[in-house]
């Protein structure tokens, strides 16, 4: 039977099992190149005579929308790096983890800017005005401690995934936005399986804490990028376009997630709190009102493609 135990005495619990899931990512991940995936061939000077015009790179306001937030939220990663140490005291490998993490997502901004820019697929003008305005503001998520960071992040990498995945299967072959949606999207696997394999130990070690945690992020999970300008509306868009909704937050992040931790296979008589037992049960409930917003979301979405609106939300 678990027993509770301190926060510190969690950390501690934590170190060797993320030890072990830090090597693993080394031996998992492949290093790539952000130069070699930029089709530099294509690119020109953005000059008063050849400015940036939507119509060179014909895309639906949805998929632009989401190139646009995809690479700013890889921009904002700084700051989710300073709240994340909070919770990895400088000794822990969290620590070391949270480092190397933050290298590989500065390769991803990298990696989408210069696609971005080289085949115009972005208005280099708006673009830079986001990131200043966006990064000026600084809004990331302030997680109140390491449980609630590993329930977080397991969330937020799966679907930043699932939007760069989906992004790259709407961009062609020809101009390497495929290729280089699909080299981000699996860091993001890795990542993801990272935080959530480091959760699930977390479960085995204090599952009350952990349960709360997972429902508190579940209950308010939003994909990271409210600081961008008019995030609503290119969030809206990007829905929109199949690309990522509730829909792909209850099918590809949701359910996965909750089938690696396993979360029912706890027993009863490991969770000693009321408000954990509560919470469990929150769970099922979040997990069947998603359903009903999936199916509303999906006919939604149909709705609008047969009518080729644009400026609704799902009712
Ligand atoms: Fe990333
Ligand atoms: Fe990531």
Partial sequence: MAERISPEGLLNELAAPVEALIHRHYENTHPWYPHETT????????????????????????????????????????????TILRQAPKDHPLNEWTRRWTAEEGRHSMAIRDWALATRALNPVLLEDGRMSQMSGGVVPEPTDVVDMLAYTSFQELATQV?????????????NGKEVMAKVAGDETLHHAFYRDAAKVALEIDPDTTILAIARNLRHFAMPGIGIP?????????????????????????????????????????????KAKAAREEIDAIKISLEADSEREIAWRQKKRDKGAHNQQPS
């Fill in 39 to 82: 089709p530099w061939s294509l690119a020109r000077n953005f000059t008063e005579a050849d400015p940036w015009y939507p119509e060179e790179y014909p895309l639906s306001d949805g998929v632009r929308s989401s190139i646009y937030v995809n690479l700013l939220t890889e921009d904002n990663l700084p700051y989710y790096t300073e």
């Fill in 230 to 274: 008019n995030f609503r509306k290119h969030a809206l868009a990007i829905n929109r376009e199949g690309i990522y909704g509730k829909t792909e937050f209850l099918k590809s992040v949701v359910r996965p997630t909750f089938a690696a931790w396993a979360l029912n296979g706890i027993a009863d008589v490991d969770i000693k709190t009321d």
């Fill in 163 to 175: 939007a760069h995945r989906n992004t790259g299967r709407k961009l062609d072959k020809e101009r």
